[in-house]
C-alpha cells in the first residue's frame, strides 16, 4: 500500500523557534492525518484535514494540504521542550482495500532544546 | 475514561512459545488494528477489523492471527513466534469504519522480544 514519506527525517532546533515537517504520499486519499508519539509510547492524534481544505489551524499547529503536489506540512509554532517527539502523517487510500488501511511515513524526530 | 488498552506492556518469550497480546477500547469503536513498529521502518500493519467477526490483513500478516468476536477485543495472537517478531506492537481503534476517517486512539504498546 502507498506510504507517507516525512521529511526531514531529524529536526533540532531551540526552544521558542518554529518547527516545519513536510509529508509526502503517493496515491488520491480523503483526507490526512498528523500523529506525535512520545519515545516508546502510543501515537496521539493531532490533526486531520480533509482533501477539500487547504489549511487547518489547532492551537499552535498550522497543516497544509495540497493535493496537486501530494504534499502535506506540519508547523509548529513557538515550539516548547515538550513538543519533542516524532511526528508522522497518515494517509488511507481514496478506493477499495485500501480506504480501511491507514499507512503511516517514518516519522520526522523533533528535538526542541531548552 | 475513553481509551485503549493492550497487555501484557511487557514480554519476553522463546521461539515457539504461543502468546496472545490482548487489546481492549472502551468507546465502541467500530474499528480495530493492530500495527508493529520497527526503526527504520515506521509502522507497519498487520491486521484490522471493521467490525465484529470482520477481519482482514493489513501489509504484515505473516506470522499472526487475530479475531473479533466482541466489538471491544481485538487480540493478536502469535502461534509460533519467532525473532523476527521482536517489536514494539501498537493496538488502535477509531470511531468509523474507513481508517482514514477519523482519528485512531492507540494504545500504550507491547514491547515483545523472542529470544
Known amino acids: 500500500s502507498q506510504q507517507g514519506e516525512e521529511d526531514p527525517q531529524a529536526l533540532s532546533i531551540q526552544e521558542g523557534e518554529n518547527a516545519t515537517m513536510n509529508c509526502s504520499y503517493k496515491?488520491?486519499?480523503?483526507?490526512l492525518q498528523w500523529y506525535r508519539q512520545n519515545s516508546g509510547r502510543g501515537l496521539v492524534h493531532l490533526i486531520l484535514?480533509?482533501?477539500?481544505?487547504r489549511e487547518k489551524h489547532s492551537g499552535r499547529l498550522r497543516v497544509t494540504l495540497d493535493t496537486s503536489k501530494k504534499s502535506s506540512s506540519l508547523l509548529i509554532t513557538a515550539s516548547r521542550a515538550a513538543d519533542t517527539a516524532s511526528y508522522f502523517c497518515?494517509?488511507?487510500?481514496?478506493?477499495?482495500?485500501?480506504?480501511?488501511?491507514?499507512?503511516f511515513g517514518k516519522g520526522t524526530k523533533l528535538s526542541v532544546i531548552p | 475514561e475513553a481509551q485503549v488498552t493492550q497487555n501484557p506492556r511487557y514480554l519476553i518469550t522463546v521461539t515457539g512459545k504461543k502468546l496472545t497480546v490482548t487489546c481492549s477500547q472502551n468507546?465502541?469503536?467500530?474499528?480495530m488494528s493492530w500495527y508493529r513498529q520497527d526503526p527504520g521502518l515506521g509502522l507497519r500493519q498487520i491486521y484490522y477489523?471493521?467490525?465484529?467477526?470482520?477481519?482482514d490483513k493489513g501489509d504484515v500478516p505473516e506470522g499472526y492471527k487475530v479475531s473479533r468476536k466482541e466489538k471491544r477485543n481485538f487480540p493478536l495472537i502469535l502461534e509460533s513466534p519467532s525473532p523476527n517478531q521482536t517489536s514494539l506492537y501498537f493496538c488502535?481503534?477509531?470511531?468509523?469504519?474507513?481508517?482514514?476517517?477519523?482519528?485512531?486512539?492507540f494504545g500504550p504498546g507491547t514491547r515483545l522480544t523472542v529470544t
Open positions: 468507546m465502541n469503536h467500530e474499528y
Open positions: 497518515a494517509t488511507a487510500d481514496l478506493s477499495g482495500a485500501g480506504s480501511y488501511q491507514l499507512t
Open positions: 496515491t488520491s486519499i480523503n483526507n
Open positions: 488502535a481503534s477509531s470511531r468509523v469504519r474507513g481508517a482514514g476517517a477519523s482519528e485512531q486512539y
Open positions: 477489523s471493521m467490525n465484529v467477526e470482520v477481519t
Open positions: 484535514i480533509r482533501s477539500n481544505e
